[in-house]
């Protein structure tokens, strides 16, 4: 499902049904801020309905009408949607739909909340655009153009068997070309490290942990144009890597939304490097046990 460009960095992405390849990146089938909500009933067939706020093709926004919390509908694609009996498609659904959703119950807690594990959606009243109005404010607010000033954050998801986490990748080190409100051009640019020169990894450095190799996927709020992905070897026992270990690659795949999906495994440092229109970005974070 394609995302907001405000709110991509906050999504659990999904592996696409295409894959197109990144410069660094395969195509190949198939300090953390960390929130995951699990429903108290979360297996497979929890049933909610919700008030559909805005619609407009890959972008979607659902209100549950009985805690009045929005929520995105992440991985559309792979549920089904139906109405009276016949099946139809994501584009079909209008504002102010009541729907009946069927999930895993699993929400992640950012703003609005996202629902990756929704399975099938039945549209059980057309209902009526105008129940949707009182929701347009939101709406602006989630679906806007992404500041062209600000450098792209990222977000690190992936599931364990406790639950769906989600983690906030900043930018170390960027070089970034906008133009201010009245058209002049700007640049920002910032040479940081995520390790002192000992091979330490400095307070803010994001970190991921994983019992052992974890499928993930990173999002960015802006699409890149090319992203490489390396690894290095920590220090047994310490949050620390060998200045003298040698980086690997990382053989990663990239979906039709933009969004990376790779294999991760506990005890590394990774590096990912990203270039867009506008500049170039670093960004990394370590995975522990």
């Not at 992440?74 to 549920?79: E, K, V």
């Not at 099946?87 to 990756?116: C, F």
């Not at 364990?160 to 930018?171: D, K």
Request: aromatic content about 8%; charged content about 20%; hydrophobic content about 40%.
């Amino acid at each position: 499902m394609k995302l907001s460009k405000t709110l991509r960095f906050t999504l659990v992405g999904a592996l696409a049904l295409g894959l197109v390849a990144l410069a660094g990146c395969t195509a190949k089938g198939g300090t953390a801020d960390e929130g995951t909500a699990d429903s108290p009933n979360s297996a497979d067939g929890t049933v909610s309905t919700a008030l559909v706020a805005y619609a407009n093709g890959d972008d979607v926004l659902f209100i549950d009408q009985e805690t009045q919390t929005p929520y995105i509908p992440t991985n559309l694609d792979d549920a089904t949607i139906t109405f009276e009996g016949q099946e139809i498609d994501e584009d079909d659904l209008q504002a102010g739909n009541i729907v009946k959703v069927t999930g895993n119950g699993v929400m992640l807690e950012s703003y609005p909340g996202q629902y990756p594990g929704i399975t099938a959606v039945e549209v059980t009243e057309v209902g009526n655009p105008a129940d949707a109005e009182q929701y347009a404010d939101m709406v602006d607010t989630v679906f806007a153009a992404p500041d062209p000033a600000e450098v792209p954050v990222g977000s690190l998801d992936y599931k364990t068997a406790e639950a769906q986490v989600s983690v906030v990748l900043n930018a170390y080190s960027y070089e970034w070309s906008f133009d201010q409100a009245d058209g002049t051009p700007d640049r920002v640019a910032q040479d940081g490290d995520f390790k002192n020169v000992d091979g330490t990894l400095l307070d803010g450095v994001a970190d991921a942990r994983i019992p052992g190799a974890t499928d993930a996927f990173v999002a960015f709020s802006v699409n890149p144009t090319a992203v490489e992905v390396e690894r290095t070897p920590l220090v047994s026992g310490k949050t620390a890597v060998d200045p003298a270990a040698e980086d690997e690659k990382v053989t990663c795949t990239v979906g039709a939304d933009g969004t990376l999906a790779l294999t991760i495994e506990p005890g590394y440092l990774y590096e990912l490097s990203a270039d867009f229109t506008q500049g170039e970005a670093d960004y990394a974070f370590y995975t522990v046990s």
